[in-house]
């Protein structure tokens, strides 16, 4: 009898975990809606410890407060008006891609990002803005 409740409890603790992990679609459509959306706070979320960025003005690596910062004046000037999806796919290993098109009023960007899947979680290494 306590063999069979410890291996029900195992199994519970388990699928409890298992049901936290991140697939590269679940990550996709968080990290795509936040961008749809503008929603900084979600999407700083998913931020490595350093991410690369390219906005209009600015590339390179940058502490993921410092991302953030930047996204942030990013959808001030240019918020969202619409977002779409041009190609998902697989780079190597765990690490997966999006390339969209992020529309503000009159401008469009091609936008680009690049993450990873670590311990079940959905790591955001890079995401580029560049004007078309």
Do not use: W
């Not at 190597?92 to 311990?119: D, H, K, V």
Request: glycine residues 4%; hydrophobic residues 35%.
């Amino acid at each position: 009898m306590r063999t069979l409740f410890i291996t029900l409890l195992s199994l519970l603790l388990l699928s409890s975990v298992a049901s936290h992990a991140q697939t590269p679609l679940s990550c996709n459509d968080s990290i795509d809606q936040a961008i749809k959306e503008g929603d900084l706070k979600t999407l700083s979320d998913f931020f490595d410890d350093r991410v690369k960025l390219s906005l209009p003005g600015t590339e390179g690596y940058h502490s993921n407060q410092q991302a953030s910062i930047l996204l942030s004046k990013f959808f001030q000037e240019y918020p969202p008006t619409d977002f779409t999806i041009s190609n998902i796919g697989t780079a190597r290993g765990n690490t997966s891609y999006c390339i969209c098109e992020y529309t503000s009023n009159t401008t469009i960007f091609r936008t680009y990002y690049l993450y990873e899947i670590r311990n079940g979680e959905c790591i955001l290494i890079q995401i580029m803005f560049n004007k078309r």
